[in-house]
């Protein structure tokens, strides 16, 4: 099969995918790889005639089922194209299916695509990443406007500020599930927001990454987490390998759901490492959890992930042998960038770097 790459490039109102977008064209073209992009239909829509926000439910229901619809379509014919190219070649969907799941009730959606003969699970698996570029209305609200796109709805004022941060979230949620989902931080220096978008695909295609240390402490937990964080039960589970290479299974539940992912990390030079992801079926896990290193113990935790005025968070609360220890880790802040930590959190102590934490080791028996 031939190397194509479909990234589906999301994100609330006002987080910059346009920027990225020409940025990905720029940077990977640059590389030898052929680089086509998929607009935005519901966008196309809007400006052919379509009104998203109409009373009227059955014109809602068609239009938004037309909207998947063209999705498939255009990024299929797209998938045809790319497979006649000789150089490798990157798709890039300026918003993908799921993304239209966000804008109504999930029985509404339930009901759109079996219309269309498909499901969320199938529709997630269509895509190798899913980068979500979290909208300048929730921590960089200085730079956020609806002057780049005529067919945002939502006011440039608080109601509307308040409007885009929870279309950002629920874009999230619609696409939690998926294994290679990153958040993109606003930062105070946008340019650190595009090389994190560079730098997550330069990951998918196997090319080697800057190791990064993301910060890390541990913490105790004063207050109530909001309530539209999301939570997941992780079971991380080590493989033998060769000496020098990471190996790890992770099993992910999610309101019910499982998802199978088998990692391998293998450093590329002393600054350098190539982290390869795929997912994997339930019975290929089964399968695969015969080679477990015994000498490390598998890892229980549960996961908050949320999102906290504008950063990207995980906490996790570790069970089993380490039960008690709760650890988080911030995702995508820059060196010198300071932390907002939320205030329903304590930091105790600070791990960045400290190796006794890392899970690979927190596993030896």
């Known amino acids: 099969m031939k190397d194509i790459v479909k990234i589906v490039l999301t994100g609330g109102p006002c987080a910059g995918k346009t920027t990225a977008l020409v940025r990905i064209i720029e940077h990977f073209s640059s590389l030898g790889y052929k680089v086509f992009t998929i607009p935005e239909v519901p966008t196309l829509f809007t400006q052919a005639g379509m009104n998203y926000l109409t009373d009227n439910k059955g014109f809602f229901y068609e239009g ?104 950002d979230k629920k874009v999230i949620k619609a696409w939690t599930g998926h294994p290679h989902l990153r958040v993109i931080n606003n930062h105070n220096d946008f340019e650190a927001k595009m090389r994190r978008v560079l730098k997550e695909i330069s990951g998918v295609l196997g090319l080697p990454r800057p190791i990064e240390e993301e910060r890390k402490y541990i913490v105790e937990i004063i207050g109530e987490l909001p309530v539209d964080c999301i939570e997941s039960d992780i079971t991380q589970t080590y493989l033998t390998g060769e000496p020098g290479t990471e190996v790890r299974l992770r099993k992910r539940c999610w309101q019910g759901k499982d998802v199978y992912v088998h990692t391998t990390k293998k450093p590329s030079s002393a600054t350098e490492e190539l982290v390869t992801e795929r997912q994997i079926n339930n019975s290929l896990y089964e399968m695969m959890l015969r080679l477990a290193d015994p000498k490390r113990r598998t890892i229980r935790k549960h996961r908050r992930s949320f999102i906290w005025k504008g950063q990207y968070f995980e906490m996790d609360t570790y069970l089993d042998e380490l039960e008690g220890l709760i650890i988080l880790e911030t995702k995508g802040i820059v060196e010198g960038e300071r932390i907002n930590v939320p205030p329903f959190i304590r930091l105790k102590e600070e791990i960045t770097g400290n190796q006794k934490y890392y899970n690979y080791n927190l596993a030896e028996r």
């Open 64 to 167: 938004e089922k037309a909207t998947l619809e063209v999705q498939l379509a255009l990024e299929d014919k797209f998938t045809r194209m790319a497979q006649e190219c000789t150089e490798p070649c990157i798709i890039v969907c300026d918003r993908g299916t799921m993304d239209i799941s966000a804008y109504m009730t999930p029985e509404l959606w339930a009901e759109i695509t079996r219309a269309v003969g498909t499901s969320t699970p199938e529709l997630r698996q269509r895509y190798d990443a899913v980068l979500h570029l979290v909208s300048a209305a929730d921590g960089a609200e200085q730079y956020y406007t609806t002057a780049n796109n005529a067919s945002r709805n939502e006011t440039n004022d608080e109601q509307g500020l308040r409007i885009a941060r929870q279309l």
